[in-house]
């Protein structure tokens, strides 16, 4: 059977871990973003392997995303990043789940829902200090911020804030939102309130920008090996691994002559004698139209074009007449083969996007293979991951 899939290398997220708490303090705790299944690297086992690693906290873009991990791993703390509704609280406070409180209507609304189940329910207050999304406005709402942290029926255990250009070469509004929330602090402060957890560092945040690391700091795209390999302002040297490899299969192989045309439309003519690889990849994979005729993959560690448009579930590849290529020889379309490597930033721009479009684009029908120390970890395992965990991976 030929299919494609993605290998999830959990080696590499171990020690992704490890670089990167090397340099936070003692006390700062580390959030690992998992959201749109764990940026495309399927939820259930990252989020195992995550905790087990001695990750503190998950961050999830909704509610319902956040259900679905807490029956992975019941021990996990997890913060919602989107906005939560009062229909939500009994919900959150059930399972100990931490919603963001987004402005004062959402937090009176919350505290209400709250009330009425006569609990408290932990929440994080969200300021927007410059992103323009969601959140308290950092310069305008003082007052309601205030007023939040002060209902009866909400325990606020952190606050946050998001910076929109902390990866950018100019770092100087990011700064800006930084002083915001600095402003805030300093407020709640001044009127006795106390919050545990203060975070606002991203991936870019947490490489560039002075003294933001507070008490946590949320990191996706960096511990998944997507951050462009340069030296962060505050933080040189860090350098994080790939996790996701992404292959498929050699399905068929034919000679072509000059003249004919391959693909729908007809788009791609044949100037030479040549062989013609199938590859069972498509855009159902997530493999791109865009691609066609700008990709190349990896065969036996050589690069071969991709030529012709991509279809759903198929595509073809120039291998030239004078090669070993043969049929079910693994393809490599994301990731190393013998001396050369496909990198992410690679795809990104052959694609016009980013990192975290191409991870997260990969479909839910390429199947996940995770590995460990180039062994694959099969589904079973992960039913009881700390077992494993207890086995082989320490």
């Known amino acids: 059977m030929y299919n494609a899939w993605a290998e999830i290398d959990l080696n590499a997220l171990r020690t992704n871990l490890a670089r990167v708490r090397e340099t936070l303090p003692p006390h700062c705790k580390l959030l690992l973003s998992l959201k749109a299944n764990a940026y495309g690297h399927g939820l259930e086992a990252t989020a195992k392997a995550a905790v087990e690693f001695g990750v503190e906290w998950l961050g999830l ?40 409180i987004v402005d004062l209507d959402n937090a009176l609304q919350m ?25 308290f406005d950092a310069v305008h709402h003082h007052d309601d911020i205030l007023a939040a942290a002060r209902l009866g029926n909400l325990e606020v255990e952190g606050i946050l804030s998001h910076f929109a250009t902390a990866d950018e070469d100019d770092i100087h509004y990011a700064i800006g939102q930084h002083d915001r929330f600095k402003t805030i602090l300093k407020l709640l402060r001044e009127r006795g309130i106390e919050i ?23 990191l996706g795209i960096l511990m998944f090996g997507g ?9 040189k040297g860090i350098r994080t691994q790939p996790l996701l490899a992404w292959k498929t299969n050699v399905t068929f192989i034919k000679e072509v002559l000059p003249g004919q045309c391959i693909g729908y439309g007809a788009t791609h003519k044949v100037t030479r004698h040549t062989k013609i690889a199938t590859i069972e990849v498509g855009y159902g994979d997530g493999f791109r139209r865009i691609l066609s005729d700008r990709a190349q993959v990896l065969i036996r560690g050589m690069r071969y074009p991709v030529v012709g448009r991509v279809s759903m579930d198929q595509s073809t590849v120039d291998i030239g007449l004078i090669n070993e290529v043969m049929v079910g020889d693994e ?8 001396d050369d490597e496909i990198t992410v930033f690679e795809l990104a721009r052959q694609m016009e996007t980013i990192p975290y479009e191409v991870f997260t684009s990969i479909s839910a ?8 120390n180039n062994q694959q970890v099969h589904n079973f395992v992960f039913s009881n991951f700390g077992l494993m965990a207890h086995t082989i991976l320490r």
């Open 111 to 135: 505290n209400e829902a709250a009330r009425r189940m006569h609990a408290r329910l932990p929440v994080h207050l969200k300021i927007d200090t410059g992103m323009g999304r969601i959140g």
């Open 227 to 235: 951050y462009p390999a340069v030296d962060g302002l505050v933080r």
């Open 61 to 100: 873009a909704t509610l319902r995303e956040a259900l679905e991990i807490k029956a992975y791993v019941p021990e996990a703390s997890i913060l919602v990043l989107g906005p939560c509704e009062a229909d939500d609280v009994k919900a959150l406070f059930v399972h100990g789940i931490r919603p963001i």
């Open 365 to 372: 029908r390429v199947e996940r293979r995770y590995m460990f």
């Open 196 to 218: 545990p957890l203060k975070h606002i560092s991203n991936s870019g945040g947490f490489l560039n920008i002075a003294h933001a690391d507070y008490d946590m700091v949320r």
């Open 331 to 338: 393809v490599v379309m994301l990731g190393r083969q013998l």
